[in-house]
């Protein structure tokens, strides 16, 4: 046999030697990469047909080795009070106005927010938003709906149902907060809206004040605090349950926290201030797939009763 048939014997053999490496590497990646895949369906199996996976609920991407996989992003719950979260600062509230009676304009002077535009009215009532010239802004008298048009928002807090206990109009407090949201949304379409459950009262406070003249009591700010929650979830906005903040064991509002039953003092209002910081939520989040259809605003249902707000607001707010 020649030296040179023994080259090429040595040369061909060394050639198969790598191939076979070269193979078997292959086959080693190949049952890696199942075993990555077999191990991300063990812990999140494919949806099954006609689930929310598969009937156009939001997805997001998450990656697993080399595999790009479609994971469902859950959608906002608004039968639900805004989550907590981590604080925000407060240039949060640079672009928020905050719409409100004599509570409020308390908020705005004594939490230290120091920003948001107030556009308060002491007696201000849900009943009347659309006719009542409550607000005086540059010499100027405007409705609070006027008021609020003037300007672009990209955040509404809206607390009002204090003036309104005293009207035992269940029925026409929920249709004029529906109309209400209705209106804030058709002149702030890009804006969150913020519904704020009622603090409670303290009634012996209140008792003692004024003799609570306007009939305010905590059973009554339950009903409205559920009605606004329904409110929300049908008009799609953010409910912030502050009745849960503030009440005490017998669902009232704790001495110490007012002088009056009604409005809060300066360390009150600094706490509504830190709750307001820890649950805000982004527009995107609210609405993936954009504003739900807008509607006309509603008619609102005047009160069946006397209208309790005042011109000056007085105790109620």
């Known amino acids: 046999m020649s030296d040179n048939y023994q080259g090429k014997r040595v040369a061909k053999s060394g050639t198969v030697v790598i191939l076979l490496a070269v193979a078997a590497i292959v086959v080693m990646m190949a049952a890696v990469a199942v075993m990555i895949y077999q191990k991300y369906w063990d ?8 689930s929310a996976a598969q009937s156009g609920t939001q997805r997001e991407t998450e990656t697993v080795g080399t595999i790009s996989i479609d994971q469902p992003k859950p959608t906002y719950d608004f ?13 949060y509230f640079d672009d928020a106005a905050f719409v409100g009676d004599s509570r409020t304009d308390g908020f705005m ?9 107030n556009l308060t009215s002491n007696g201000l009532s849900i009943f009347k938003l659309a006719e009542k010239k409550a607000l005086t802004i540059g010499g100027k008298k405007y409705t609070l709906l006027e008021a609020l048009g003037l300007e672009s928002y990209g955040k509404v807090y809206l607390s009002l149902g204090i003036n309104e206990l005293g009207v035992h109009n269940d029925k026409g407090f929920y249709t004029s907060y529906c109309a209400a949201i209705d209106a804030i949304r058709a002149v702030q379409p890009n804006a969150v809206i913020y519904i704020q459950g009622l603090i409670p009262l ?4 209140i008792e003692e004040y004024n003799g609570n003249k306007y009939n305010l009591t905590n059973e009554h700010l339950r009903v409205y605090n ?11 906005v953010a409910y912030l349950d502050l009745y849960g903040e503030f009440a005490d064991e017998n669902g009232s509002l704790p001495e110490g926290v007012s002088r009056d039953g009604v ?10 201030l830190d709750y307001l910081k820890t649950h805000t939520v982004e527009f995107d989040r609210l609405y993936p797939q954009g504003l739900p259809g807008a509607e006309e605003p ?19 707010g």
């Open 43 to 50: 812990k999140n199996p494919p949806p099954q047909p006609g």
């Open 298 to 316: 509603g008619e609102a249902i005047e009160p069946a009763g006397p209208d309790t707000s005042t011109e000056d607001g007085s105790v109620q």
């Open 226 to 236: 559920d009605l606004m929650r329904k409110v929300a979830e049908e008009k799609q």
């Open 79 to 91: 039968s639900q009070p805004a989550p907590e979260r981590e604080a925000v600062d407060n240039s």
């Open 202 to 205: 303290n009634e012996k406070q």
């Open 263 to 272: 409005h809060l003092v300066k360390d009150a209002c600094k706490q509504w």
């Open 109 to 117: 002077l004594y939490s230290g927010i120091g920003t948001g535009k």
